[in-house]
């Protein structure tokens, strides 16, 4: 009997050791904000934080911190607690993250202070630089890629420094600042990313930005904003900033941005549009670059791209259709910095897929994946499905639940369930999260159509038992590149 005991309590320790890094690693997910976190233990999937699911873990100096901490004061209520074993053991399973929350409050401070240190001397940097300019990049959704097609196409005239990956906080941006800026880069492309009002300001005082890109607006982060007029507001703020030139460059296809294109020319900004719409009449635009006759093919996307009396063929290698706008955008800045056009559209024809973000590879059984893991939202997953539509073979999606969706979440969740039903034959969700609403999408294509919640081995599993020749399988969200790791 105290064999067996023994091998319940070592099972027990384990799994408390197991949950400390789940617990670290879901706070790093959630960037550290309680803002967020709370966001997540509403879903059915936060409900659930005692049993949570390790995803993986990032490795980091405050990561390792915060283990170390709670690890030690599991320790010391192991010897210290006055209680029977299994008492202590169940206290701390039950207390185990709020201390390591706890934690991470107390770390918040000087973090904080860390990170302002780090921003002053970054900002310092850049307003020493009087020649440098300035491209903000915002919206909801197409950010990171407009960037890096944007960077892509500049760099074949300009010497470019871009912010790393999808870093676009002021913290991002001060180490990017002040590890590579260097006094031979000419231009400096800022990807600026928030979740409330005031946030995007504070990058705007510390850029200077000369030339702002609004690439979309919608419902992603509703719990955070609070409403899409809130969201306009602060995605405005990069606008409201601009220095110089004072260019916006906007989605006019987007209805939000549609609407803050007339904030910005109310604002005395020089406005241009973008658009797949052949007839413009809005007077407070300024130049238009109109999409015409755009297309998929297996070796990227074509359009035609119409600015003033020049027209162009563009090409470009990647993949979606959706991608064509965050295209014409990088072209419209690269020749709003001095490119003619004919020269941004042959630099389009250099960029490459963003990591993550709808990137072929070669699937098990001759099957192609595609893997879309970088982020999720309604209007990323249509795109991805819609590309899906043009594989012959038999279609699998792996979807992550989107999250922070606030009101939209419900008819957001059924609006692409609908659509993902209408496409595939499988789809896999990764986690109960808005799994019913998901479910009633599906539903309205067929009563026969299901979708099912799997975890990372049992979809993997699956996958591998279900695919072959010709079959597509979309991996859409973060957890699924769990899913797609273990089939590679």
Not at 163 to 187: D, F, M, R
Not at 189 to 195: K, Q, S
Request: proline share 2%; hydrophobic share 45%; with cysteine.
């Amino acid at each position: 009997m105290s064999i067996l005991l023994n091998f319940i309590i070592a099972l027990w320790i384990f799994r408390i050791i197991y949950n400390v890094f789940c617990f670290v690693n879901l706070w790093w997910v959630k960037e550290y904000r309680f803002d967020r976190m709370r966001i997540h233990l509403g879903t059915a999937q936060g409900k659930r934080i005692l049993f949570i699911r390790f995803t993986g873990f990032h490795r980091s100096l405050k990561s390792i911190f915060l283990i170390l901490l709670s690890l030690a004061v599991t320790v010391y209520v192991l010897i210290v607690l006055p209680s029977n074993i299994f008492i202590r053991l169940i206290v701390i399973d039950i207390l185990l993250f709020p201390v390591v929350s706890i934690f991470v409050l107390i770390l918040h401070i000087p973090t904080k202070l860390f990170h302002l240190i780090l921003i002053y001397f970054a900002t310092k940097k850049l307003h020493a630089h009087p020649h440098l300019l300035v491209i903000g990049i915002t919206g909801s959704y197409g950010k990171t890629s407009t960037k890096e097609y944007l960077a892509t196409i500049l760099s074949q005239k300009y010497k470019v420094l871009k912010t790393s990956a999808s870093k676009n906080s002021p913290i991002g941006i001060a180490e990017v600042v002040l590890s590579k800026l260097s006094s031979h880069h000419e231009i400096f492309v800022v990807e600026m990313g928030a979740y409330k009002k005031g946030e995007i300001a504070e990058m705007v005082r510390m850029t200077r930005p000369q030339i702002g890109i609004i690439t979309a607006i919608n419902e992603q982060h509703q719990d955070l904003f609070g409403s899409i007029v809130s969201t306009m507001q602060a995605k405005y703020e990069l606008i409201e900033g601009l220095t110089g030139k004072q260019l916006a460059i906007m989605n006019r296809d987007n209805m939000y941005v549609r609407e803050m294109m007339q904030w910005a020319k109310n604002d005395a900004k020089t406005v241009w549009a973008y658009t797949k719409e052949q007839t413009i009449h809005e007077s407070h635009i300024d130049q238009v670059f109109q999409i015409h006759h755009q297309s998929q093919t297996n070796s990227g996307i074509d359009f035609i791209l119409k600015n003033g009396t020049k027209e162009i063929a563009v090409h470009a290698p990647v993949f979606g259709i959706h991608q064509v706008q965050n295209i014409t955008a990088a072209i419209a800045a690269s020749t709003s910095c001095g490119m003619t056009l004919e020269a941004a559209a042959k630099g389009a024809s250099l960029v490459i897929p963003v990591d993550r973000m709808m990137k072929p590879i070669a699937g098990i059984n001759d099957s192609l994946f595609i893997d879309d893991t970088f982020n999720n939202n309604p209007e990323g997953a249509i795109a991805a499905l819609d590309y899906l539509k043009l594989s012959k073979g038999k279609k699998i999606l792996v979807f992550q639940p989107m999250v922070e969706l606030g009101e939209y979440t419900k008819s957001a969740h059924e609006r692409v369930g609908e659509y993902a039903a209408s496409v595939c034959k499988e789809i896999i969700i990764t986690n109960r999260n808005y799994f019913d609403d998901f479910e009633r999408g599906v539903c309205k294509v067929s009563k026969d159509k299901h979708a099912k919640v799997l975890s990372a081995t049992q979809a993997a599993e699956y996958i591998r038992e279900s695919v072959s020749y010709g079959d597509t399988v979309l991996f859409k969200g973060k957890e699924a590149a769990g899913v797609l790791a273990l089939l590679k």
